[in-house]
């Protein structure tokens, strides 16, 4: 299957060719770690874990490599661990600094693992590739990319000449059109710093300029270039970083190495919005991943609506999808947990491979279960009528392969959808119906309706029978008092 993917670089949808298919190799831009990740820290990591798996099972999960680092140095850890040590806290600055970063990685593999992102082959730290960057600053200084000044050093932005390629700008759009530090010992208020000086209250490390710390740009550089080599196939993250960050990379990476490419595809997932919003604590829409789990939304379903939205189209987070999603995946789980998974459908697999239409796919998903349903009308036991018909077994286990691929389906997401036995409901609710049609006073049976719906289930009565279905905001505790 050929992989098309929308290169930012060249502004089109490119046939996706490995430098070496036995190596495919991967970096994308992690979080910097301090606080909670919010649901648009998650949306690239969900975006590139489905870019992995089908990386993985086009080349062969050993030929692939993908990195996501931790920024564990940065001015906002710093100032997070100032405010713990004001309130109080005990222990020096850098103890806190340490502690913080702990805490935030934890929270934050927990928390992508809660929505079924894979771990990369490799989360590495920026802390420990200090030696790697101020190695990379000292040959842009030699060979004149790369200034001292007043205790920082700075990348020269007019010695690169191919400087702002990836955002499709000039330089004097990119100052009229950012923030830019103006700084008197800058030459051009674009340049940017690779290193900066700290004071003792603040890490540091020894190098040729002093005691300091790295800017964030040269971080992702170093990390890259000591994983993946001086070219490699695939850089990523949210379009929010196309300028400064990935365009700083470019710049520094490639005057450092000329010998290399750095990445040859870049791909950025657009941002998210909630209720038709940008997400901002102002408007009392920002939630973290967390908040989410906390309020008992399954991680499959926070998934299923971070997917159900191309990539590359800004993405609405609202209770409508939230609900949709879990009634969605209820089904799939009742349908398919039983079934044997066979190979990915074609058809799905085309979608994913041209440029990651998980939207696309997770439609044709949806159109199988909904036939499935209708097919089958009341039946509670979908596996008994499956076992009785080899051809929608077979399927059933393309779509169940197919499900997988996309991180669904999968032990890790838990048994959260796991279907109860509903069938003392659903013969107690069938009984009311027959006396009903006989009293022609069906209010019995209204208000058993009503009071499963208000249980979260999903309730279905045709002249087959009746069936009863989990759905959105399923409680069994309810179920039971009913």
Known sequence: ??????????RRKDRFEPIDP???????????????????????????????????????AEHVTYVRNFTDVDDKINATAQARKEAGAEGTLEQLIAERTEETIGWYLDDMGAVGVMHPNHMPRATSYIDHMIEMIEILIEK??????????????????????????S?????AGSRVEVAPYKKNPMDFVLWKPSDDDLPGWDSPWGGGRPGWHIECSAMSHELLGKSFDIHGGGNDLIFPHHENEIAQSRCT????????????????QVEGKKMSKSLGNFFTVHDLLSRDVPGEVIRFVLLSTHYRKPMDWTEKKREEAEKTLRRWHRLLDPVQPGQPDPDILAALSDDLNTASALNMLGQFGQALFQKAGATWDFHDY?????????????????????GFLVPDMGDWAASPDLAPWERRLADLRAAAMESKDFSGVDD??????????????????????????FDLKKLQDL
Request: net charge negative; proline share 3%.
């Open 1 to 10: 299957m050929t992989i098309s993917l929308t290169n930012t670089m060249t």
């Open 257 to 272: 190495y000329p010998d290399g490419d750095f990445a040859h595809v870049w791909l950025h997932n657009e941002m998210l």
């Open 386 to 406: 499956l076992r009785q018909d080899q051809d929608w077994m077979a399927r059933a286990g393309e779509v169940k392969a197919s499900a997988q691929l996309l």
């Open 144 to 169: 004149g990319h790369a200034y001292e000044a007043a205790q920082h050093v700075l990348f020269s932005v007019d010695s690169y000449d191919h400087y702002g390629r990836l955002s499709g700008r």
């Open 448 to 473: 058993m309706k009503a009071a499963l719906v208000a249980a979260g289930v999903e309730v279905r009565i045709s002249k087959e029978g009746v069936a009863l279905t989990p759905g959105t905001g």
């Open 171 to 175: 330089v004097e759009d990119m100052i």
């Open 22 to 60: 036995d190596d495919v190799r991967m970096y994308i831009c992690g979080p910097t770690v301090y606080d909670r990740a919010h649901l648009g820290n998650a949306r690239p990591a969900v975006v590139f874990d489905v870019l992995f798996r089908l990386l993985r099972h086009t080349y062969g």
